[in-house]
């Protein structure tokens, strides 16, 4: 075996090809083939030279190999590469001037590698050829296969027979034969792409989806692939002929061109068809246009920017339609009013330094529900917030300002409900939390300005003049506003005993001030409009008790809690709106809370006390288990949950009487894919649930599940005057190994009907992914059938995703 080497350390790396790994970077085959033949060029030139010139000494011959090397590859990626060539036998034919080198060829360069039988240098025509299970390496892990290579010296012009190419990423081409033309184009004959896997127990297997074609051209410049006469095939058999068919190189993620077309069905707007093209101008910005013909409502055009700077990306988003038949919507709507509909949308985010960000999200549109009938732009839904904001968190600190403006999109012609919206300039949140002890304790402040604006009254009233027990205001019209400062201090220690005390000093101010339409009013339940301040100091005491505990088999911590806080009464209830605290559900995540209020505008008073404890196990096997359970009590002063505000904010909490309701709540975790969850509020005289919910769920890597049942209490005075019961059941199970099927259902067990339901099944792999699911969604009192679609995705890997949501109301009627 003859040995040609020029590196003085180690062995020609020997593995198979199935042993390099795959990395980043381009797989485009062009540029593979073209690599790869600059290595065989330059391992020929390379021993041509060592053998024609033998009075070089060794470093010569090196430094020569590896300026051709280098002179052929570009810049090199290790300035430091060695050329090294290995064959059974190097033969001369002075008279033919070629160069062979036979048997178990291996040159590498550079992180490249070609294997074959023979690889022999013609220097009168400029041609190498390699012959003979020929594969090519690249460092990136993409492979070539070819029976022969045979290239011209500079590489513009050659042929390929019995070529495959697999590339790092695993999308594979194969052909009869190849040609190379012009140094930029291969063109495949008889050729056959896909991005699937072969089956490893049947090679001959057919992959799920390929491409088969006469011709296939790889355009190295424009980055595209063309099929001409060409079929697409899954598992085998031809499902679609196509005349003719591109796409991106499979190593190109963004590429101008068309987009998968759309189809589209609503019973007034007709079928669409929609196409888009989408322009790559450049690596961080692009433009989308799109195209949408109805039958029914005519032309609908469309087109959005991108773009991302080195500080943060934004978006700009432009409709429109010149509807032809707005008589075909209902009557009294704002689809069957307006003939020319516009809308734009932009959103942004921007980073102005690493702790501040600042962006904005806003949706302009000619009526209000333009974008939702023809789902367009981001914000096709029923709720958009337009807003702009700035944010900055540094360490504990944080800052927040933004103003808001909510909008309701609806078909029915009216101004009521979205000017019943609040409109808030600004909303102001900032935290601070002083570095360093303060009279050896920790020191915070929080400070929250909310400023509201508000054109008419949203509210759940009787005709009866005055304020009656069921009464709502949830929003006067008008203005007003509020500014709180929350200062806190609080110190903790432990005793000898373990026992861990931490006081704490607590006081807000509030300064309030109003400006609301019509006072004394029936929509306006306050008599006057007035500024007026509140001030509420808090001392807090807490003390907990942790037991800790371990055996063989877990951990453990037993944890009794028991608090009481001191304020004065809250006052100045019911004499200004409350915006921001009408949610109240008292359960274990705000049993220990100073204020289990939601937000600024209420305040717990008075004298009162927290008592329960918390337990949690944490199992060797992986499991755990945690537990809370508690009550609190009024002690003195105000009871705050029995005062009526504006909204009814706290009653029926289970807090309004001395003793409140018993909260509990336990979680396992199994560890091996099974949880359960349960919480409840329990009457605090009965122990009747009040409220409860269960939570069941179990994952495996082929089967899934979920339970969820929830109770709620009838609470007559937030307009709910029967007891809510709703159950819901999901699921998945794995049919094979690339088969699953799903589902959904939601029941209400106090109307005896199903709320919503669905059903559907899905295939993934690799390369190929599709799901289809049928769906109902009912009127939750009546029980009365109101929707159902059908959804439809499908995606073949480096080709595309199409998906689908097709209304079939009109079809059933």
Known sequence: MALVRHQTTGRFPTQSASQWRAGEGTNAPVNITARARKILLAGTLFFATVFVLPTVVDTGIS??????????????????AQLLLEADQLKYDDANQRIAAVGNVQIAYDGYTLVARQVTYDRNSGRVIATGNVEIIEPNGNRIFAEEIDITDNFSDGFISALRVESADETRFAADSGERVDGNVTILNNGV?????????????????????????????????????????????PIAYLPYFAHADPAIRRKSGFLIPNILYREELGIGVSTSYFFNLAPNYDLTLS?????????????????????????????????????????????????????????????????????????????????????VTSQAKREVTNEIYLTGLKGKN??????????????????????????????LDYNYVVDGPVAGGQLSYNINLTNIDRRIADNNISNTPGVNADDRYYGIAGKQGRLSANLEWKTNFITNSGLMITPSLQGQVDSIWQNTDNPGSLDNPLLVNQSMYRAMPTAGLEIRYPLVAQ????????????????????????????EDAQSMVFDTTNLFSRNKFSGYDRIEGGVRANIGFRYSASFNSGGSLDVAAGQSFQIAGLNSFTQRDLVNAGLESGLESKRSDYVASAQLNSGTGFSVRAAGRFDEKT??????????????????????YTFIDAQPNYAFPNDRHQASLSGSVKLSENWRAFGKITYDLETSSVISDS????????????SVAYSENRAKFTGEQVNQSVTFNIGFRTIGNYGNKLNLDPFLE
């Open 687 to 708: 122990l009747e649930v009040r409220r409860g919910e269960v939570d069941v769920t179990y994952v495996n890597p082929d089967f899934s599940t979920s339970l969820n």
């Open 291 to 375: 195209a949408t013909y109805y039958s029914q409502q005519g032309f609908l055009g469309q087109a959005e920017w991108r773009q991302r700077t080195q500080n943060g990306q934004y978006n700009l988003q432009v409709v429109g339609i010149s509807q032809q038949n707005p008589a075909d919507f209902d009557n009294g709507t704002y689809d069957q009013s307006e003939t020319n509909r516009l809308a734009a949308q932009t959103s942004g985010k921007f980073a102005v330094n690493r702790n501040w960000t600042f962006g904005w999200q806003y949706l302009y549109q000619s009526d209000r529900n333009f974008t939702r009938t023809y789902n």
């Open 551 to 578: 055996d063989g088999f877990a951990s453990y911590i037993f944890e009794p809690i028991a608090q009481i806080f001191a304020s004065t009464d809250e006052t100045n209830i019911g004499q200004f709106a409350n």
């Open 63 to 80: 430094a020569n190999a590896q300026n051709i090397g280098s002179d052929l590859f570009g810049q090199r990626s290790n300035p430091d």
């Open 398 to 427: 944080y800052f927040d300002v933004r103003a808001q403006k909510f909008l309701i999109q609806e078909d029915i012609v009216s101004e009521n409900r979205q000017n019943q919206q609040a409109i808030l300039y600004p909303l």
């Open 193 to 237: 792409y896909t991005a699937c896997k072969f089956c490893k127990d049947n090679p001959t297997k057919p992959p799920l989806w390929q491409i088969r074609a006469r011709k296939i051209t790889i355009n190295n410049d424009t980055k595209e692939v063309s099929y001409e006469k060409a079929s697409f095939e899954l598992f085998g058999k």
């Open 759 to 770: 059903l559907g099944i899905a295939y993934d792999d690799p390369c190929f992914s599709f």
